[in-house]
Each structure stands twice: as structure tokens, then as C-alpha cells.
């Protein structure tokens, strides 16, 4: 058996960025369009008239300030209201892959290791832009790894379960460097005209190198354990997928081929899940919350993380303890555990434990304990 660990990881983070006022002057011009065409249907009560967003509400309700974007341009045309993605050729590398190898490439650069030590790559993400080949056999083949790949999907929990599989498969010798990769372009599956939820996602890929503990001589994270935890609901749900072809109603404006949510239900319903959940994993590994150094939770709403947080700790947590990156990011799906974590780790010394946790559509939720070594 091998101990695995964490020894690099890395942020790929697109250049554009939406502002939450720019976004919501989008979506009002958006809204009145929408109005001034259906006024007939809406003074008839056929049709609902379509509400203004606002910044102050987005802010209040989520904690996030502004979202990078793969295409910002399209996400603003209130005529068009999704992000303009460029068809790309067989021939040449897709989106996510594109966005995985800049990820990758920073976490080998961390661990101090090139593509020659890797010999298997994980990509898990909310939502995979084609069926096969594995988008990580398509990152595997641009690193030039030797190896094996592929594609794994629980949602915002991808991540975790990805390095849950990855440090399984390191300890028990089915491969020694993992790269587990999650490029999430949320802004495909998002519905920017629904008011409700216009706000919540952003894009971003992260990856995270683990390892044999033997292999590695710099700074790192050893994987103390992981558990994971699913229980079905269908209160976040996306029905896009290939069946979509065989139903008679048409696709382009079924609602329920993007992001759907009972936003309300899930923050009432997902808290309690992984606040038992993290703490049941401390017990089962012998270790108390107050034993942790620091948690880096899912970005999906700051009053979550901080109600998780508190819940976990038994306290209000201090600043720094549980690190929130969605002003900067909003939610991104699978990543925002990672980007946390890799934002907020360097100063954990020697010896201390901290958690990431990631949780979200399935219900799922996932987690790893981590022990700092810094040699
Ligand atoms: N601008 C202005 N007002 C808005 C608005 C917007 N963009 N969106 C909703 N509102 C209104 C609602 O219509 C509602 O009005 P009402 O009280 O008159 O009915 C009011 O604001 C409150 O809306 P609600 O949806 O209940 O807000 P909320 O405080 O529950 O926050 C979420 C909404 C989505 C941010 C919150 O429920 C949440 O974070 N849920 C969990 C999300 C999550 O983790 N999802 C997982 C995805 S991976």
C-alpha cells in the first residue's frame, strides 16, 4: 500500500469577467424586450411578466461580486443571453480540454514533476461537452501521458470524488501520479434569462496532482482519508443528454436542458447532509473538528459556508478558517472547493489537518481530510 498525497495543484482562470451590474443591466434589457414583445400575453395573464434582477439582491442573497467567463459578449447580448463558443473541429483540442492542459500544467509546475511522471488522468466535471472520447483521454493525449483516462460526473462534487478515486488507485498500485482535472464552462448549462439563478455559476478549471507519498520530496498534503456520500433528489437537475433527440417538443427553449434548481429546498435540505457528513468522516478518522486547521468548502452561497462552518466548529469560524472565494469566482461547479484550497494552503504548517469538502446536485457530497508536510 502507498500513502497518496496532494503535491500540486492549479488554476486555469479565464481572462473575461462579468461584473454583477453588468450582468443585471443584460438581463433588465433582456426582461423589457421580453415584456414589450409579450405585453398582449401578459395583460391577458397568458404569460408572466419577466421581473428586474439586482446587483444589491445578488450580493445579499449569494456573497458573489462578479463570475469569469469563457465568452462574455454573447452572455450580454440580451438577444442572444448564452456565451458565443466557437464550434471547434475534431481536429483540434476542445474547450475543456484547452482549459484542463493550462490547470495541469501549473499543478505539475507546483509538484516540480512533468507530464513522465503522470500515468493517469481524471476528468470530473458537472457537465462533459460530448459523450466519448473521455475528455481525459483527449488531456492525457496533449500532455503525452502514458496511461489511462477518464471522465467521471457527480456534479458540483466531482472533484472530491475524482481524488477520492485517485488516491484509492495510488495506494493500491493501479497508478502512481493521477492528474484529477475540472474544467467546468457552467456558463453552457446556465439559463441566463432566469432571474432566479442568473447569477450563481462562473467558468474556471483546476487540477490537482496526487501522488505517492515516496515520490515526493517538496511541500505537500498527505490524504489522511475521504469519504463520499450520495442520496438522491431532483431538486438540482439538468435533463440535457442524448435522449433529447428522440422527444417530439423540440430542445431550444426547454427549460430543463440547462441548470435547474429549487434554490430554497436545496439550502435547507443539502446544510444538515454535510455538516453530519464532515463530521462523521472526523470520527472516522479518529479526529475532532477542533483538531482542524482549516476548511475549504464548495462555493456555491457564503451563507452556506458559513453556516457549514459553524455547524462544523461548533463557533462562528475565524477570518481566514474557511476561506471564501465566490466574490471572486461565484459558483464554479466541482472547482470552487479547489480553488480554495489551492489559494489558502501554503500557510498550513507542518503537522496541521484541514478539510476540503464539496457538495451539490445528487445529493452528493464529498471529502478529504489533508495533513500538511512540509519537510
Ligand atoms: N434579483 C432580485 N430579486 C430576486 C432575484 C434577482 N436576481 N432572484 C430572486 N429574487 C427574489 C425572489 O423572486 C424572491 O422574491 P419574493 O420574496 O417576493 O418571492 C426573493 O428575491 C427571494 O428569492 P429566493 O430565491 O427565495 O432567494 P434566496 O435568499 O433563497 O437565495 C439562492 C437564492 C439561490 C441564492 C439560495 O437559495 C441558494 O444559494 N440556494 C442554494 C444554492 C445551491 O447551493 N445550489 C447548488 C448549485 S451547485
Redesign the pocket.
Given at each position: 500500500m502507498h500513502q497518496p498525497v496532494i503535491s500540486g495543484t492549479g488554476v486555469f482562470t479565464p481572462e473575461e469577467v462579468i461584473t454583477n451590474d453588468e450582468l443585471v443591466v443584460a438581463f433588465n434589457a433582456y426582461a423589457d424586450k421580453f415584456n414589450a414583445a409579450h405585453a398582449d400575453e401578459i395583460a391577458a395573464g397568458e404569460v408572466a411578466e419577466v421581473?428586474q434582477?439586482?446587483s444589491a439582491?445578488?450580493f445579499a442573497?449569494?456573497g458573489i461580486e462578479r463570475r469569469h467567463v469563457m465568452n462574455k459578449s454573447g452572455i450580454l447580448d440580451p438577444d442572444r443571453m448564452y456565451p458565443t463558443l466557437r464550434q471547434r473541429s475534431d481536429d483540434e483540442p476542445g474547450i475543456m480540454a484547452e482549459m484542463a492542459l493550462d490547470a495541469c500544467h501549473k499543478a505539475l509546475a507546483q509538484a516540480g514533476k512533468t507530464a513522465a511522471d503522470v500515468d493517469a488522468v481524471i476528468v470530473a466535471a458537472s457537465n462533459l461537452e460530448r459523450a466519448y472520447p473521455a475528455i481525459a483521454i483527449e488531456v492525457q493525449d496533449l500532455l503525452g501521458i502514458e496511461g489511462f483516462g477518464f471522465d467521471l460526473n457527480v456534479?458540483?462534487s466531482s472533484a472530491t470524488f475524482g481524488i477520492q478515486a485517485a488516491s484509492d488507485m495510488v495506494r493500491a498500485g493501479s497508478a502512481k501520479a493521477i492528474l484529477v482535472v475540472n474544467p467546468e464552462v457552467t456558463s453552457g448549462h446556465l439559463e441566463w434569462r432566469d432571474?432566479?439563478?442568473?447569477?450563481?455559476f462562473g467558468d474556471v478549471c483546476t487540477a490537482t496532482l496526487i501522488e505517492r507519498k515516496e515520490d515526493v520530496s517538496g511541500p505537500h498534503f498527505e490524504v489522511v482519508s475521504t469519504k463520499c456520500l450520495t442520496k438522491f433528489s431532483n431538486n438540482?437537475r439538468n435533463n440535457n443528454g442524448f435522449l433529447r433527440r428522440n422527444r417530439p417538443d423540440g430542445v431550444a427553449d426547454r427549460r430543463d436542458m440547462q441548470f435547474m434548481?429549487n434554490?430554497?429546498k436545496?439550502?435547507k435540505e443539502?446544510l444538515p447532509i454535510v455538516s453530519k457528513h464532515i463530521l462523521s468522516h472526523l470520527e472516522d478518522a479518529g479526529h475532532s473538528a477542533d483538531e482542524l486547521k482549516r476548511l475549504w468548502l464548495h462555493q456555491?452561497?457564503k451563507a452556506?459556508n458559513d453556516f457549514i462552518g459553524k455547524k462544523v466548529l461548533g463557533r462562528v469560524p475565524e477570518a481566514g478558517e474557511q476561506p471564501n472565494i465566490l466574490q471572486e469566482y461565484a459558483?464554479t461547479?466541482s472547482a470552487g472547493s479547489i480553488i480554495a484550497f489551492s489559494q489558502y494552503s501554503e500557510d498550513i504548517e507542518d503537522g496541521e489537518l484541514g478539510l476540503i469538502c464539496s457538495f451539490?446536485?445528487g445529493y452528493s457530497v464529498g471529502s478529504v481530510l489533508l495533513r500538511r508536510v512540509a519537510p
Amino acid at each position: 500500500m502507498h500513502q497518496p498525497v496532494i503535491s500540486g495543484t492549479g488554476v486555469f482562470t479565464p481572462e473575461e469577467v462579468i461584473t454583477n451590474d453588468e450582468l443585471v443591466v443584460a438581463f433588465n434589457a433582456y426582461a423589457d424586450k421580453f415584456n414589450a414583445a409579450h405585453a398582449d400575453e401578459i395583460a391577458a395573464g397568458e404569460v408572466a411578466e419577466v421581473p428586474q434582477s439586482s446587483s444589491a439582491f445578488i450580493f445579499a442573497a449569494s456573497g458573489i461580486e462578479r463570475r469569469h467567463v469563457m465568452n462574455k459578449s454573447g452572455i450580454l447580448d440580451p438577444d442572444r443571453m448564452y456565451p458565443t463558443l466557437r464550434q471547434r473541429s475534431d481536429d483540434e483540442p476542445g474547450i475543456m480540454a484547452e482549459m484542463a492542459l493550462d490547470a495541469c500544467h501549473k499543478a505539475l509546475a507546483q509538484a516540480g514533476k512533468t507530464a513522465a511522471d503522470v500515468d493517469a488522468v481524471i476528468v470530473a466535471a458537472s457537465n462533459l461537452e460530448r459523450a466519448y472520447p473521455a475528455i481525459a483521454i483527449e488531456v492525457q493525449d496533449l500532455l503525452g501521458i502514458e496511461g489511462f483516462g477518464f471522465d467521471l460526473n457527480v456534479a458540483c462534487s466531482s472533484a472530491t470524488f475524482g481524488i477520492q478515486a485517485a488516491s484509492d488507485m495510488v495506494r493500491a498500485g493501479s497508478a502512481k501520479a493521477i492528474l484529477v482535472v475540472n474544467p467546468e464552462v457552467t456558463s453552457g448549462h446556465l439559463e441566463w434569462r432566469d432571474r432566479d439563478c442568473h447569477f450563481i455559476f462562473g467558468d474556471v478549471c483546476t487540477a490537482t496532482l496526487i501522488e505517492r507519498k515516496e515520490d515526493v520530496s517538496g511541500p505537500h498534503f498527505e490524504v489522511v482519508s475521504t469519504k463520499c456520500l450520495t442520496k438522491f433528489s431532483n431538486n438540482i437537475r439538468n435533463n440535457n443528454g442524448f435522449l433529447r433527440r428522440n422527444r417530439p417538443d423540440g430542445v431550444a427553449d426547454r427549460r430543463d436542458m440547462q441548470f435547474m434548481q429549487n434554490g430554497r429546498k436545496v439550502f435547507k435540505e443539502v446544510l444538515p447532509i454535510v455538516s453530519k457528513h464532515i463530521l462523521s468522516h472526523l470520527e472516522d478518522a479518529g479526529h475532532s473538528a477542533d483538531e482542524l486547521k482549516r476548511l475549504w468548502l464548495h462555493q456555491a452561497n457564503k451563507a452556506m459556508n458559513d453556516f457549514i462552518g459553524k455547524k462544523v466548529l461548533g463557533r462562528v469560524p475565524e477570518a481566514g478558517e474557511q476561506p471564501n472565494i465566490l466574490q471572486e469566482y461565484a459558483n464554479t461547479s466541482s472547482a470552487g472547493s479547489i480553488i480554495a484550497f489551492s489559494q489558502y494552503s501554503e500557510d498550513i504548517e507542518d503537522g496541521e489537518l484541514g478539510l476540503i469538502c464539496s457538495f451539490g446536485a445528487g445529493y452528493s457530497v464529498g471529502s478529504v481530510l489533508l495533513r500538511r508536510v512540509a519537510p
